[in-house]
C-alpha cells in the first residue's frame, strides 16, 4: 500500500461537509429578501419624501435600484433553496436555443402574472 496514497485519503475522509443545506439557503434567502425589501422601500420613501417638499431630481435614480437586485437574489434562493451562483452555474450550462426559450418562456408568464395581478386590483378598486 502507498503511504501517500493512505495520506491523501485520510485527510479526504475528515475533510467537514461545508456545503449549506437547503434550509439554510433558504433562511439567507429570505434574509436578503427583507434586507433588501426594506432598504428599497427606505430609499422609496425618501425619494418620495424629498420630491414632495419641492427637490428635483437631477441625476439618473438607477442607482437606487440597487438593492432591488437583493430582492430578486434571494426571492430566487427562497424559492429555489438552491444558491444563486449554482443555478447561474447551471443555466450558463445550457445550450443558447434551450436558454432562449426559456428565457422567453420567463418573461412571458411574468408579464402574464403582472397583468393578472394589475387586472386584480382594477377591478377590486373599481
Known sequence: MDVRCG?????????PNTTPVSSEIRKRGFKMLAGGGVVF???LFLMYWLSAHGYKFHFAVIGASLPF?????GFIEAMT???YQRLAQQWMALRGWQRGVL???????????????VTFFVMLFT
Do not use: H, K, N, W
Open 7 to 15: 495520506i491523501e485519503c485520510q485527510s479526504l475522509m475528515s475533510t
Open 103 to 117: 428565457g422567453t418562456f420567463i418573461v412571458v408568464a411574468a408579464l402574464v402574472i403582472i397583468l393578472c395581478v
Open 69 to 73: 437586485v437583493f430582492i430578486c437574489v
Open 81 to 83: 433553496g438552491s444558491p
Open 41 to 43: 422601500a427606505a430609499i
